[in-house]
C-alpha cells in the first residue's frame, strides 16, 4: 500500500504525466517479485519438504453449486471457512457480487478468490465505462482465465463459477486457478462437491434438464 501511495497520492489529474499514471492503473494486476526468486520454485519447495511442520497443504471443505436454466442461474454456497482441522468461520459469504448483473463463487484458498474476484470487478467496471455496455459472462470469465494464468504452478488456490445475465440470457463459467475456462449448465466446486453431484445424479438432474431447455 505504501507504494501505492508513493505512486498515486500525489497526482495532478490534470496534467498529462497525472493521466498516463492513472491509466495504467489498469494493469495494478501485475505483481513485483522480489529480486532472485522465482515463485514457482519457491512454493514446490515448501509443497514437497519432507518436513511436515514447514509443508504448504490447502485444506478446504467447501461445497458450492450452480445450475442454469432459460429463466436465470441459481447459486447455492455453504458458509464455512476453515484453516486445517481448524473452524475459522461458519458466516463466510462465498458468493461475490462483481457487478449488480454478475457474480462469483468462492472455493479454494478465500484470500486468492476474493482477491481475483475484486480485480475482476474492476477490469468489468472499466469495460463498462470504454464501451459503453455490460459486459457478458463469458467476456468477465474469459479476463479472469486470462488473469490467474499469468501466475499457474505459483500456488494460487481458486475454483470459482462466474455467473450472471447479459444480452444472450443467461450464464454459467468455471474458472481455476491454473486459468481452465469451461461452460455447462450445471457445477459443483469444491471438496464436497462429489456429494453434491451424487445428490443431483439420484434425480435432481433431469429435474433441471428439462427446465434448461
Known amino acids: 500500500m ?10 495532478d489529474f490534470g496534467s498529462s504525466i497525472g493521466a498516463t499514471k492513472w491509466e495504467s492503473l489498469d494493469n495494478s494486476e501485475d505483481f513485483e517479485f522480489l529480486p532472485n526468486m522465482d515463485p514457482a520454485t519457491f512454493v514446490n519447495e515448501f509443497q514437497s519438504s ?27 454456497v455453504d458458509s464455512r471457512a476453515t484453516a486445517g482441522s481448524y473452524i475459522a468461520s461458519q458466516t463466510v459469504k462465498k458468493v461475490i457480487e462483481i457487478n449488480p448483473y454478475l457474480l462469483g463463487t468462492m472455493a479454494g484458498g478465500a484470500a486468492d478468490c476474493s482477491f481475483w474476484e475484486r480485480l ?24 479472469l482465465s486470462n488473469m490467474v494464468y499469468q ?55 433431469s429435474w433441471i434438464k428439462v427446465f434448461s431447455t
Open 50 to 76: 519432507s518436513s511436515v511442520d514447514h509443508r504448504i497443504k490447502f485444506h478446504s471443505g467447501t461445497t458450492t453449486l450452480g445450475f442454469k436454466f432459460k429463466h436465470g442461474v441459481i447459486i447455492a
Open 2 to 11: 505504501s507504494a501505492l501511495a508513493a505512486a498515486y497520492g500525489s497526482l
Open 151 to 205: 501466475y499457474k504452478g505459483m500456488g494460487l488456490s481458486m475454483g470459482t463459477m462466474v455467473c450472471g445475465w447479459d444480452k444472450r440470457g443467461p450464464g454459467l463459467y468455471y474458472v481455476d486457478s491454473d486459468g481452465q475456462r469451461t461452460t455447462n449448465y450445471m457445477f459443483s466446486v469444491g471438496s464436497g462437491s462429489t456429494y453434491a453431484y451424487g445428490v443431483m445424479d439420484t434425480g435432481a438432474l
Open 120 to 143: 475482476l470487478a474492476k477490469q468489468c467496471r472499466i469495460y463498462q465505462l470504454r464501451n459503453r455496455e455490460r459486459i457478458s459472462v463469458a467476456a468477465a470469465s474469459k479476463i
